[in-house]
């Protein structure tokens, strides 16, 4: 579930950070903001497919 929150975020800091709407604090750039964004996406991408590998696992 985290990392689908994390996609989520990642996405609007994109769309905010390319349209010129959002910017990243203390620099007042669009650009970085969607760099971050792209790297948190990926992030969560990483954390759902850590997820479902741990899942698979049978324990015991």
Same mark, same amino acid.
Request: proline residues 2%; positive net charge.
């Given at each position: 579930?985290?990392?689908? !929150? ?8 994109? !769309? ?15 650009? /970085? ?6 790297? /948190? ?20």
């Amino acid at each position: 579930m985290r990392g689908i !929150i994390d996609i989520i975020i990642g996405i609007v800091m994109v !769309i905010g950070g390319l349209s010129g709407n959002l910017v990243f604090r203390g620099t007042d750039s669009g650009g /970085l903001l969607a760099v971050v964004g792209v790297a /948190l996406i990926g992030f969560g991408i990483f954390r759902l497919i850590k997820g479902s590998a741990a899942q698979d696992q049978p324990t015991g």
